[in-house]
């Protein structure tokens, strides 16, 4: 908590005595900022993939079915990153967000339904990583969850309203470090490492509805449709604040790709991390069902069990994960919904602008966290509501992903930068496991 405050504090400090300053070239920041700029959007998409939403989720898959969907991330893999590339190409290629070439090329019926699909979902997820992240903080401190809830909404809206983009930015890189907290706890946590590897590479599949909504939960909560409306809107970000690199469009492409592929590859890392290390700690031990923070936790007890308090310690543990991926992802739910409302609407957008520059930006926001803050206190359990908000995402990236491979293959949008074979042969694999995943998953709830 602490740590939080004195983050705020800082770089709003920074924001009212400098706000034109480019900390980029001050000694105390040089360092920082070059080692932030290494990696650019997709990088902060692929922490923010894994969110609150993505860590309990993938945690409930190796409590409930042990190694049985350890398999899903290796398989998301090239899907994840081809979609992610797909939507950063299309915002790199027109100069616009993903839903302003939608309105541009489209009919607006296309848009007014994946705008709509977009910002439900997002607004359901941004209320439940609120939840999830009270709930973690309830774990430190015995303050009720309606006090944080507030507090982690209050400090999201201030940071993206005060703070510029060009400050945000490196924020946001510096908290993907929080994923190497998972890898760690894995290599502790496993002493048999031959089942793990089969259950990596041979996919099991179970046609009951319990297993299946998780299938779904998971590919929903990791190629998730906010995250291709904020790498195409960040990519856009970026070249306006002048951290696009230079040379011609192939170099920008080739150096979007990069950053794309080591985001996702970091991202699944931690996916398959998460459910190994549930798998190997909490189904082995009995805990099929995560209804708290605190049994999810349980799982990194093994990096903690020789330590007095080992509890507490992995309770600190869990809790800083969750609230560091739910600070980055959080305000990025928010934005995502005001990048395409306003692109609807045409009005302007865009973290580097002021909110006199483009106050409706900034309300969009404001009502889209009131929302999820309010719909934490409809008597909903956190813990269950990030899952169904992650099989939500499951379904809605299917219409999305389909009207992405449209705009991508077309050449009067696209020119010589549509998408070639591979991206088609990849793309069009995603769209259809997750489609089916979806049928089978509607299929078998109404079969029961």
């Given at each position: 908590m602490i740590c939080i405050f004195t983050l705020l504090a800082s770089v709003l400090f920074m924001r009212s005595r400098h706000a034109k300053a480019d900390y980029s070239t001050h000694p105390r920041f040089a360092r920082l900022h070059r080692i932030a700029r290494l990696f650019g959007p997709g990088l902060v998409t692929g922490a923010a993939d894994d969110d609150p939403s993505g860590i309990?989720?993938?945690?409930?898959?190796?409590?409930?079915?042990?190694?049985?969907?350890?398999?899903?991330?290796?398989?998301?893999?090239?899907?994840l990153i081809a979609v992610q590339e797909m939507s950063a190409r299309i915002a790199l290629v027109t100069g616009q967000g993903i839903a302003a070439t939608l309105r541009k090329h489209y009919s607006r019926h296309v848009l007014y339904g994946i705008v709509f699909l977009l910002i439900a979902a997002n607004t359901i997820n941004l209320g439940a990583d609120l939840g999830a992240m009270a709930d973690s903080a309830h774990l430190l401190l015995p303050i009720p969850n309606a006090f944080f809830i507030l507090l982690f909404a209050t400090i999201a809206i201030v940071l993206e309203v005060f703070v510029q983009y060009r400050t945000y930015a490196p924020m946001l890189k510096l908290l993907t470090l929080s994923l190497f907290a998972y890898m760690l706890t894995g290599l502790i946590a496993t002493r048999d490492w031959t089942p793990v590897i089969k259950a990596s590479f041979l996919p099991h599949i179970q046609f009951d509805y319990q297993f299946l909504m998780i299938i779904v939960g998971v590919f929903g909560t990791t190629i998730s449709p906010y995250c291709f409306f904020w790498q195409a809107s960040q990519e856009l970000e970026e070249r306006r604040a002048g951290n696009g690199g230079s040379g011609g469009a192939r170099r920008l492409?080739?150096?979007?790709?990069?950053?794309t592929s080591i985001g996702m590859f970091a991202s699944e890392v931690a996916t398959w991390f998460i459910i190994e290390t549930t798998a190997v700690v909490l189904y082995v031990n009995g805990v099929r069902d995560i209804t708290t923070s605190a049994q999810a936790a349980r799982a990194l007890d093994p990096l903690v069990e020789s330590f007095p308090h080992a509890g507490k310690i992995s309770e600190i543990l869990f809790a800083a994960g969750v609230i560091g991926t739910g600070a980055l992802a959080v305000p990025i739910f928010a934005a995502v919904s005001s990048y395409a409302l306003c692109e609807l609407l045409e009005w302007n957008e865009g973290l580097d602008l002021t909110p006199k520059q483009a106050p409706g930006f900034y309300w969009i926001m404001l009502a889209g966290t009131s929302v999820g803050v309010l719909q934490n206190y409809l008597g909903f359990n956190p813990i269950k509501l990030l899952i169904y908000s992650a099989v939500i995402n499951g379904i809605v990236s299917v219409p999305i992903i389909f009207m992405l491979i449209i705009i991508a293959n077309n050449s009067k949008i696209m020119g010589k930068y549509a998408n070639r074979m591979l991206s088609n042969v990849i793309s069009i694999a995603t769209l259809a496991v997750m489609t089916i995943s979806a049928g089978l998953m509607m299929y078998s709830f109404f079969a029961k």
């Open positions: 309990l989720t993938y945690s409930q898959s190796g409590a409930q079915f042990g190694l049985g969907q350890l398999w899903t991330a290796l398989v998301m893999l090239p899907f492409l080739a150096d979007m790709q990069r950053d």
